[in-house]
T-cell receptor, first 114, second 113 residues
Framework: DGGITQSPKYLFRKEGQNVTLSCEQN?????MYWYRQDPGQGLRLIYY???????QKGDIAEGYSVSREKKESFPLTVTSAQKNPTAFYLC?????????????FGPGTRLTVT | AQSVTQLGSHVSVSEGALVLLRCNYS??????LFWYVQYPNQGLQLLLK??????LVKGINGFEAEFKKSETSFHLTKPSAHMSDAAEYFC???????????FGTGTRLTVIP
């Protein structure tokens, strides 16, 4: 079955540690996205990538980094510079072509930093 | 600039009653509009979308939405609520010139038995 996988489902880290969240898709989509979700704030775009080896900052990129070395993978690193990293993180993808703008979402990773 | 406003962060309806979730957008050009549903601790699932053509769009689980350009609205409705409809609903608009979507802040729907 095609889809997006995110691992792990729950992640716990100590303050000051970097942590990498995994996102893999087998939908053959060109574009991938990372969102952060906090209660009452909807989804906020962290980074997105339209093609392999290229990515752009979203609205809240500070304290995060990404890479896109393979079409299928778009890992997100939450660095120690992110002041409030505890949140629900969602990865999404779409084909990137004209007329197919809906995004497909993974199940999310809930990160708790103490 | 494009944005989405969802009126009402929480909506409660009785089982069997009409569901109406409101979404207004601001866009300088005809937008692409989407409704997504999110169950607790899960990702988002597409309910329906408007791109071009018919302004009344039918989606999954008995939901539908009507694009009204004159009112800049894309409200989501369902004639009869089920307990399984309890979830959070997000309206989204496509940002012109890009593949990005801009999401509203969400509406949590509670269904009362």
């Amino acid at each position: 079955d095609g889809g997006i996988t995110q691992s792990p489902k729950y992640l716990f880290r100590k303050e000051g540690q970097n942590v990498t969240l995994s996102c893999e898709q087998n939908l053959n989509h060109d574009a991938m996205y990372w969102y952060r979700q906090d209660p009452g704030q909807g989804l906020r775009l962290i980074y997105y990538s339209q093609i392999v080896n290229d990515f752009q900052k979203g609205d809240i990129a500070e304290g995060y980094s990404v890479s896109r070395e393979k079409k299928e993978s778009f890992p997100l690193t939450v660095t120690s510079a992110q002041k409030n990293p505890t949140a629900f993180y969602l990865c999404a993808s779409n084909s990137g072509g004209t007329g197919s703008y809906e995004q497909y979402f993974g199940p999310g990773t809930r990160l708790t930093v103490t | 600039a494009q944005s989405v406003t969802q009126l009402g962060s929480h909506v409660s309806v009785s089982e069997g009653a009409l569901v109406l979730l409101r979404c207004n957008y601001s866009s300088s050009v005809p937008p692409y509009l989407f409704w997504y549903v999110q169950y607790p601790n899960q990702g988002l699932q597409l309910l329906l979308k408007y791109t071009t053509g018919a302004t009344l769009v039918k989606g999954i689980n008995g939901f539908e939405a009507e694009f009204k350009k004159s009112e800049t609205s894309f409200h989501l409705t369902k004639p009869s609520a089920h307990m399984s409809d309890a979830a959070e609903y997000f309206c989204a608009v496509r940002i012109t010139g890009a593949n990005n979507l801009f999401f509203g802040t969400g509406t949590r729907l509670t269904v009362i038995p």
